[in-house]
């Protein structure tokens, strides 16, 4: 009969989390969970990694400066860093105990499900956790904040007010 044995790791250095994404671009939603997980971890690395299914408006440079242009220059427990390859290989070289995820409704679920899974199976030193964004933006996402700029939409508050500046300039009409 086999025995359950618990997976116990025995790293015990500083809490370290991994907030991988496109972050095309970083929205408030984004920001709510970056706040979050500070709460729960002693630093955190914004990592922009490849999602072989988009095709970002702004530059890997664009979306680094407005991340970091984001926070405070003295707020020394964020780091904005990008990730090539695999991200659960990252986050172990890292010496990340997690990567965060956020959770906006149900249906983010069965991706996140897969994503959890597939990257605990390739390093499970490395747990995934979850954590709830403010029902304020829950509706939101980078997509439809480009959908709705990119119209002419008004899109003050649901990005920092740096990247609504970004979006006005990049779809300023002629
Ligand atoms: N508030 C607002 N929007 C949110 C949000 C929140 N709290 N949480 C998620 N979103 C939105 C994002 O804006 C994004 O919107 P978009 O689709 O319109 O761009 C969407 O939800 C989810 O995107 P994001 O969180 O940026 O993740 P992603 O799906 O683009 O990225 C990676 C997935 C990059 C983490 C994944 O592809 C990856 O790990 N790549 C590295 C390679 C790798 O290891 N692959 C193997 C994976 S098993």
Redesign the pocket.
Known sequence: MSTYEPFVSEQTSQRVAVY?????PI????L??IHRALNLFDRLIIA???????EPLFTLEERIAMIRASFPAKEKRIEVDM?S??????AYKRGAKA?I????AVS?FD?EF??AL??RR?EREVETVF?M??FR??Y???????DAARHGGDVSGLVPDHVCEKLRERFMRP
């Not at 390859?85 to 990252?90: A, K, Q, R, S, T």
């Open positions: 991988p994404g496109t972050f095309d929205t408030m939603g984004h709510d969970i922009i990694a490849k999602n072989p299914a988009k990730v390859g695999l991200l659960v290989d990252y990567i995820r956020g959770l906006r983010d991706y897969q994503l597939m990257n390739i954590l964004t403010g933006w829950i939101i996402s980078s997509s439809i904040i480009k």
